[in-house]
């Protein structure tokens, strides 16, 4: 019998291109029909036939509290009462800014936006306006949302200009981006010497999570700082996904890194469309109305929005709360990679607070070529046996995974039980 996410699927590949809305819910790294799902509640989430799942990617990283937490949708409902939007300011906008500035020191002034790829995109326009230059430095396998000139993968060369990675992106705007590898050191340090006074701006994710995990190297992160100081060029740390996601003051808490521009998203919405870019007040005075770099947007500081990202970010400040989300995030790396061991599969893991990492490789993988080395076919038959056992993994080898504090210690051990019966080959 064809199941109703069988059939939802069929009929939404007529109007919508691919039967999706963003393109790896489509299951084509994995293979399979994609889940439609109609209900979430905790650490689980249901499908359109029904079947309950425990989660494991949490809407991509904002569910950290679980999904529909009572004080979340209790906000969500009190502010909608009051207004949908109004395109104008609110209290509940300069409530958002004091708190997100609290909370990550490096932030002296913060603009709030709808989506972490206009977080990005804007930071990097304001980055170029402050310097007056063009050049941007990213690192191969991180994400910084869609916009033009972030759809770029590595030349061939280490120092050579970037080429598009996305039909309709102009090779002009590509060529103004250097694509350096992550974790380089000595890279980083040859670009700023051959092109220091061209670079407006770093953009890194802190903690890479969109080539699966990837940790920075301490070397790496303070190289960049140092590097960035010395040419005059902009660090902008790309916290959407990281952000109140390893610890309360993102990763540049963590790892003690002080950037000029951060970007941020996900857990700062609580579910719902919000993100926010902030940093240095000189760099930020650029922004219109006060300075000569345009951004606007109609739904920018939304007050549902605004509303579920507060009542999440009240939620995460609780006494130990990073210190339990970390904890079940190693409870989860921990169990698998023994179970793994136990049946001599090559697997390993790894967390950071509440994100972590699975990977068909011998060793924990610290650069994109490094993860690209690893078994996606393994990883994509793990991904349907965990599925059939009612656990749902992000659907591709090449993204990190999400722990909330819904997720409960019998949750983890039964995610570890299904993984065993793989490993076995049972």
Same mark, same amino acid.
């Given at each position: 019998m064809t199941s109703h996410n069988q059939e939802l699927f069929e009929q939404s590949q007529r109007l919508i291109p691919g039967g999706v809305n963003s393109p790896v819910r489509a299951f084509k790294s994995v293979g399979g029909t994609p889940l439609f799902f109609k209900r979430g509640q905790g650490a689980y989430v249901w499908d359109a036939?029904?079947?309950?799942? #425990?989660?494991?990617?949490?809407?991509?990283?904002?569910?950290?509290?679980?999904?529909?937490?009572?004080?979340?949708?209790?906000?969500?409902?009190?502010?909608?009462a009051q207004g949908l939007g109004f395109g104008a300011p609110t209290e509940g906008e300069l409530e958002m800014a004091e708190t997100l500035c609290r909370l990550l020191p490096s932030l002296e002034m913060v603009r709030l936006v709808s989506s972490g790829t206009e977080a990005t995109m804007t930071a990097i326009r304001l980055a170029r306006g402050f310097t007056g230059r063009s050049r941007i430095v990213k690192f191969e396998g991180c994400y910084h949302g869609h916009s033009d000139g972030l759809l770029v993968k590595a030349g061939s060369? *280490?120092? #050579?200009?970037?080429?598009?990675?996305?039909?309709?992106?102009?090779? +002009?705007?590509?060529?103004? #981006? #250097?694509?350096?590898?992550?974790?380089?050191? *000595?890279?980083?340090?040859?670009?700023?010497?051959?092109?220091?006074?061209?670079? *407006? *701006?770093?953009?890194? +994710?802190?903690?890479?999570?969109?080539m699966n995990l990837v940790l920075p190297k301490p070397e790496f992160l303070a190289a960049m700082r140092e590097l960035c100081t010395a040419h005059g060029a902009v660090l902008i740390l790309d916290e959407v996904m990281t952000g109140f996601r390893v610890s309360l003051q993102g990763a540049q808490g963590y790892y003690g890194i002080r950037p000029d521009l951060t970007t941020l998203g996900k857990v700062m919405g609580g579910g719902l469309p919000a993100a926010a870019f902030g940093g240095r007040r000189d760099i930020m005075q650029c922004l219109a109305p006060l300075g000569p770099v345009y951004q606007a947007g109609t739904l920018s500081g939304n007050p549902i929005a605004v509303a579920a990202g507060m009542a999440t970010l009240k939620l995460v400040q609780e006494q130990g709360f990073y210190e339990r989300l970390s904890r079940t995030a190693k409870l989860l790396t921990d169990g698998l990679s023994d179970s793994a061991k136990k049946h001599g599969v090559k697997f390993c893991a790894q967390s950071v607070g509440g994100m972590f990492g699975l990977y068909f490789s011998e060793s924990i993988p610290t650069s994109y070529a490094e993860v690209m080395a690893g078994d996606a076919q393994a990883f994509n038959r793990f991904f349907h046996a965990m599925l059939d056992a009612g656990v749902y993994l992000a659907p591709s080898a090449f993204e990190a995974g999400f722990v909330s504090a819904a997720h409960s210690e019998d949750d983890i051990n039964a995610t570890i039980a299904a993984a065993d019966k793989f490993f076995s080959g049972k």
């Open positions: 036939d029904d079947k309950r799942y #425990t989660d494991y990617v949490g809407s991509w990283g904002p569910m950290i509290v679980g999904h529909c937490h009572a004080e979340v949708v209790n906000a969500v409902q009190d502010a909608a060369g *280490a120092l #050579t200009f970037g080429q598009p990675s996305s039909s309709g992106v102009p090779a +002009e705007i590509a060529a103004l #981006t #250097t694509v350096l590898d992550y974790n380089d050191v *000595a890279g980083l340090e040859r670009a700023f010497a051959e092109m220091g006074k061209e670079i *407006a *701006a770093v953009i890194v +994710e802190p903690v890479a999570g969109n």
